[in-house]
C-alpha cells in the first residue's frame, strides 16, 4: 500500500508584496560651530534686505524686461490694476510718476527691473527695483535727479530712493483722492 498523499499548500501565483523602507528618523540640528553665532544673533544693522515686503494692504508686481519699453508696459499694468481696485486717480499724474521710477530703474542696467504695487488709506506706493547687484550699497548713481522730477508732479504726497545688495528701490506715495 502506498502511504497517504498530503496536500502541500500552493505557491501564491503574484510576488510577494516587499515592505516599505523604514523612515529615516529626523535628525536633531547640527550645533553652530562659528564663534560669530556663539554670541547670538547678529544685529539688525548688519542684515542685508531682499526684495520688498508688504503687510496689511493689497499688493501687485510684476517682473519686467530691463529695457526703454518698460516704462510704458508699466504705466498700463498701474493704471489698470488701480481701476480693478475702484480708483479713478489722475491718469496723468499716475502715468508720470510710474514712467520716472521705470526709466530710472532702468537706468541701472540690470537685466531685469519689479515694479510694485499697493494702495492704502485712498494713496498709492509705486516702487521700481532695479535688481542690479552692482551698486554701491547706500548710494544712488551721480547726476540723478529723478526725486526731483517726482516731487514737481501734482498728487505726489513723498518720494524716495536707497541702494541695497539687491539693487535700488525707488518709490512713490500719490494721493489717489
Excluded: F
Excluded at 499724474?93 to 530703474?105: E, K
Excluded at 547706500?138 to 530712493?161: E, Y
Aim: aromatic residues 4%; glycine residues 10%.
Amino acid at each position: 500500500m502506498s502511504a497517504p498523499v498530503t496536500e502541500q499548500p500552493t505557491p501564491p501565483s503574484y510576488p510577494p508584496k516587499t515592505p516599505p523602507p523604514p523612515k529615516k528618523p529626523i535628525s536633531p540640528p547640527r550645533p553652530e560651530t562659528s564663534d560669530e553665532h556663539a554670541a547670538g544673533p547678529a544685529p539688525l544693522a548688519r542684515t542685508a534686505r531682499r526684495g520688498v515686503g508688504m503687510r496689511n494692504r493689497r499688493g501687485v508686481n510684476w517682473n519686467l524686461e530691463s529695457a526703454p519699453w518698460a516704462a510704458g508696459i508699466a504705466r498700463r499694468k498701474v493704471a489698470a490694476q488701480l481701476g480693478e481696485w475702484g480708483y479713478r486717480p489722475a491718469q496723468a499724474a499716475i502715468d508720470t510718476v510710474t514712467g520716472l521710477l521705470v526709466t530710472a530703474a532702468v537706468a541701472d542696467s540690470g537685466r531685469r527691473i519689479s515694479v510694485h504695487l499697493s494702495d492704502q488709506d485712498q494713496q498709492a506706493c509705486i516702487l521700481a527695483l532695479s535688481h542690479q547687484a552692482a551698486l554701491t550699497p547706500g548710494h544712488a548713481p551721480d547726476g540723478d535727479n529723478v526725486l526731483h522730477q517726482i516731487t514737481a508732479v501734482p498728487g505726489v504726497t513723498g518720494c524716495g530712493t536707497d541702494t541695497g545688495p539687491d539693487g535700488r528701490r525707488v518709490w512713490a506715495i500719490i494721493s489717489l483722492g
